[in-house]
T-cell receptor, first 115, second 110 residues
Framework: GAVVSQHPSRVICKSGTSVKIECRSLDFQATTMFWYRQFPKQSLMLMATSNEGSKATYEQGVEKDKFLINHASLTLSTLTVTSAHPEDSSFYIC???????????FGSGTRLTVV | KQEVTQIPAALSVPEGENLVLNCSFTDSAIYNLQWFRQDPGKGLTSLLLIQSSQREQTSGRLNASLDKSSGRSTLYIAASQPGDSATYLCAVSGSEKLVFGKGTKLTVNP
């Protein structure tokens, strides 16, 4: 089946630094990628939607200058958390789809801890 | 605005039981419905994808049904095992976004 590889699985960074998270669709072309964050024991919260070659569309309340999303190819999307602060500590998950007929495939998530 | 509701929020059963998880959605104009499981601290694993034109899908001990007109789906798990313990999420796809329910936390006791 379809696989989305997400790296790193865990990262600890110092406050003020930037962190990049990568998601690659291994056996399908992800025309659309989604980025979510999830707080403990809570539902997934959609942060942004990106289509290959286009600027990402951010959900209300998500700072686009803080969470930079790049979807330069049909198999790779990246989320960069810039100038990270402790409140950015969370579980980030990406998801890709090749279109409505194919469903959504999720990455394994990245646990970000900002110290 | 699409809303997805899952009942029950939590379920605890002894090993070997057959069980049903319920999902309902308010807008029947969907492309498909997907059931996922999420283990603690992990991403989502897709279990079953049902297209809007389909009525059910089966994979191993799992069977999911879809009644689009009434806005309902069920996930049937046969002969439950402790390894089935996880949070099960129902999600519907319409227009662009995937809309999730809050999930059912399943615990299967040995």
């Amino acid at each position: 089946g379809a696989v989305v590889s997400q790296h790193p699985s865990r990262v600890i960074c110092k406050s003020g630094t930037s962190v990049k998270i990568e998601c690659r669709s291994l056996d399908f072309q992800a025309t659309t990628m989604f980025w979510y964050r999830q707080f403990p024991k809570q539902s997934l919260m959609l942060m942004a939607t990106s289509n290959e070659g286009s600027k990402a569309t951010y959900e209300q309340g998500v700072e686009k200058d803080k969470f930079l999303i790049n979807h330069a190819s049909l198999t790779l999307s990246t989320l960069t958390v810039t100038s990270a602060h402790p409140e950015d500590s969370s579980f980030y998950i990406c998801s890709g789809t090749g279109g409505p007929d194919y469903g959504y495939t999720f990455g394994s998530g990245t646990r970000l801890t900002v110290v | 605005k699409q809303e997805v509701t899952q009942i029950p929020a939590a379920l605890s059963v002894p090993e070997g039981e057959n069980l049903v998880l319920n999902c309902s959605f308010t807008d029947s104009a969907i492309y498909n419905l997907q059931w996922f499981r999420q283990d603690p601290g992990k991403g989502l694993t897709s279990l079953l994808l049902i297209q809007s034109s389909q009525r059910e899908q089966t994979s191993g001990r799992l069977n999911a049904s879809l009644d689009k007109s009434s806005g309902r789906s069920t996930l049937y798990i046969a002969a439950s095992q402790p390894g089935d313990s996880a949070t099960y999420l129902c999600a519907v796809s319409g227009s662009e976004k995937l809309v999730f329910g809050k999930g059912t936390k399943l615990t299967v006791n040995p």
